[in-house]
Nanobody
Framework: QVQLVESGGRLVQTGGSLRLSCAAS????????MGWFRQAPGKEREGVSA????????YYANSAKGRFTISSDNAKNTVYLQMDNLIPEDTAVYYC????????????????WGQGTQVTVSA
């Protein structure tokens, strides 16, 4: 069983930056892709960014392009999401997820999920 633990969410002002981290358990060697998803109140959970762990190929939702950067440190089993130029529309609970296939931003292809970390962007 793969366990994922997110951290880094907090309250930030518009235009600010945050870096989210997702630490995977030591037995995460079956993971092919890691993704970040977010869910705002009353909305569907949506894909933000993902990365193929072995080759580092990134995927970004249109809302994230140019502002967010995903990266991974395989030695630490950790994936990061650097979020810059944050806007109130980015306010959501951010979830880390793991997939055993090259899932990209396909939510249904992710098997493992963290508990989420709250990001709040004030106007």
């Amino acid at each position: 069983q793969v366990q994922l633990v997110e951290s880094g969410g907090r309250l930030v002002q518009t235009g600010g930056s945050l870096r989210l981290s997702c630490a995977a358990s030591a037995r995460a060697f079956t993971i092919y892709a890691m993704g970040w998803f977010r869910q705002a109140p009353g909305k569907e959970r949506e894909g933000v960014s993902a990365i193929a762990v072995k080759d580092g190929h990134p995927y970004y939702a249109n809302s994230a392009k140019g502002r967010f950067t995903i990266s991974s440190d395989n030695a630490k089993n950790t994936v990061y999401l650097q979020m810059d130029n944050l806007i109130p529309e980015d306010t959501a609970v951010y979830y880390c997820a793991g997939s055993i296939v090259d899932a990209g931003l396909r939510k249904s292809a992710y098997t493992y999920w963290g508990q989420g970390t709250q990001v709040t962007v004030s106007a």
